[in-house]
């Protein structure tokens, strides 16, 4: 792990749109013009409250809030909005990045949470278990290896998972391991 740049984890302190267009991809946001194709298209849209094309209104407009909003967990990251964008704006990318900001002022889903402390001991946030478990039976229908090629064959990167969980302290972040009421 020599290669871990320590000094590259950092915590938010600019405004939402600096923090966006920090990274070059991102700057595409200001291309925006709100024309709706991305609410429109959007698979997760349909049965939820998401609203992606207000979700980068916000962002444009520097709106804190929407660090707050649950509406950027309900994001399924399937690209369909980028896909279909007249203005080929990386909305998902940038979903991606306020949940990143998100998190770093402490606002996360408890769901997501608990699926983050299957992925601190597992290293997948999908565990596969043992060979009588349902995916790896399908995997085997399909003609693929019973693992797939993540920490399941390399349990090995679950200690480098460990070292950066702790570096990052997101361990911390997301509650892990979880504090019984007896410990202090």
């Known amino acids: 792990m020599e290669y871990l740049k320590k000094d590259i984890i950092q ?10 267009i920090k990274d070059h991809a991102l700057k595409a946001i200001n291309a925006c013009f709100q024309c709706g194709t991305c609410s429109g298209g959007c698979p997760s849209g349909r049965r939820t409250a998401l609203v992606t094309r207000k979700i980068i209104r916000k962002a444009i407009s520097n709106m804190e809030e929407v660090l707050n909003d649950k509406e950027i967990w ?8 980028f896909e279909r ?13 306020l949940r ?3 998190v770093r002022k402490g606002n ?28 790896v039976k399908l995997r085997v229908s399909c003609g693929l290896s019973p693992l797939p090629p993540t920490t399941h064959m390399h349990p090995e990167a679950i200690e480098e998972i460990a070292i950066l969980v702790k570096e990052t302290h997101f361990d911390t972040l997301v509650g892990y391991p979880k504090k019984s009421k007896t410990d202090k």
């Open 11 to 20: 915590s938010y302190r600019g405004s939402i749109e600096e923090e966006i």
């Open 74 to 81: 309900m994001c399924t990251t399937c690209y369909t909005c």
């Open 100 to 102: 990143n900001l998100a």
């Open 85 to 97: 964008c007249p203005r080929s704006v990386p909305i998902t990318d940038i979903i991606i990045k």
């Open 108 to 135: 996360m889903l408890e769901s997501h949470k608990q699926l983050s402390h299957v992925l601190i001991q597992t290293g997948h946030g999908v565990p596969l278990g043992n060979a009588d478990n349902q995916w």
